[in-house]
C-alpha cells in the first residue's frame, strides 16, 4: 500500500519569512495529492491540492511542487502571518482522490511574530 | 450551506462498552469516509463508503469496528467491547466523488473525540 512521509514534524518561521513542508510518496499510482491545515480542536481543512499532470500550482501566499519522477511535493508558504501557525498534512491518493487518502504524519507550523 | 457534521463532539466511556459515531456528510455527497487520529498522528484511514455500499474495509482495525451508511447519507460508525486504544479522534469526510475532476476533494467534520476510561 502506499506509505506518505513528512518532514520536518514541528517548523518555526519568523514572520514575513517563508515556510516549506516535504512529503514523498511510494506508490506511483498516486495521482492526486492534497494539503490540509488543521488548527487545534478542528477538522482537517484543505488548502491547496495538485493533480499529477501538473508540477506546480499556486493560490496567493501558497504554493504547492510536484516531482513525479523523485515521488516527492512541497507545500510553500511565503510571507507567512500568524494565522498560519497549525498543523499541516499532505496526503496522497490513486484514481485522481476517488479513494481513500493516505496521510503524512504532519506538521506543526509555529510562526513567530 | 451546511458541513460534515459529527455528534457527538466528545465521548468518555468505560472499557468493554460500545459506542456509537454518527456523521452527516454535506448534502448530495455520495462518498464518505472514515478516518482516525491518534494523539500527535496523522489520520488514519478506516472505511469508505460509495452511497450505501463500502468498497473499502480494509483500514478497520478489528472486526469490533463496523459502520453503516443508510439512504446514500448518515453513516453510523460503532465500536463495540470498547478498549483503551481506540481513544483517538474519529473524523469524518465527504465528497462528490463523481468521477469527475475538482470532485474529489474530501471536506472533514471537526470529529468526535473518543476517551476510553
Known amino acids: 500500500g502506499e506509505n506518505v512521509e513528512q518532514h520536518p514534524s514541528t517548523l518555526s518561521v519568523q514572520e514575513g519569512d517563508s515556510a516549506v513542508i516535504k512529503c514523498t510518496y511510494s506508490?506511483?499510482?498516486?495521482?492526486?495529492f492534497p494539503w490540509y491545515k488543521q488548527e487545534l480542536g478542528k477538522g482537517p481543512q484543505l488548502i491547496i491540492d495538485?493533480?499529477?499532470?501538473?508540477g506546480e500550482k499556486k493560490d496567493q501566499r501558497i504554493a504547492v511542487t510536484l516531482n513525479k519522477t523523485a515521488k516527492h511535493f512541497s507545500l510553500h508558504i511565503t510571507e507567512t502571518q500568524p494565522e498560519d501557525s497549525a498543523v499541516y498534512f499532505c496526503?496522497?491518493?490513486?484514481?485522481?482522490?476517488?479513494?481513500?487518502?493516505?496521510f503524512g504524519t504532519g506538521t506543526r507550523l509555529t510562526i513567530i511574530p | 450551506g451546511a458541513g460534515v457534521s459529527q455528534s457527538p463532539s466528545n465521548k468518555v466511556t468505560e472499557k468493554g462498552k460500545d459506542v456509537e459515531l454518527r456523521c452527516d456528510p454535506i448534502?448530495?455527497?455520495?462518498?464518505l469516509y472514515w478516518y482516525r487520529q491518534s494523539l500527535g498522528q496523522g489520520l488514519e484511514f478506516l472505511i469508505y463508503?460509495?452511497?450505501?455500499?463500502?468498497?473499502?474495509k480494509s483500514g478497520l482495525p478489528s472486526d469490533r469496528f463496523s459502520a453503516e451508511r443508510t439512504g446514500g447519507s448518515v453513516s453510523t460508525l460503532t465500536i463495540q467491547r470498547t478498549q483503551q486504544e481506540d481513544s483517538a479522534v474519529y473524523l469524518c469526510a465527504s465528497s462528490k466523488n463523481r468521477g469527475l475532476a475538482g470532485q474529489e476533494t474530501q471536506y472533514f467534520g471537526p470529529g468526535t473525540r473518543l476517551l476510553v476510561l
Open positions: 463508503f460509495q452511497g450505501n455500499s463500502a468498497p473499502d
Open positions: 506508490d506511483s499510482a498516486s495521482n492526486y
Open positions: 496526503a496522497a491518493s490513486p484514481n485522481f482522490g476517488n479513494e481513500k487518502l493516505t
Open positions: 448534502s448530495g455527497h455520495t462518498a
Open positions: 495538485i493533480r499529477s499532470n501538473v
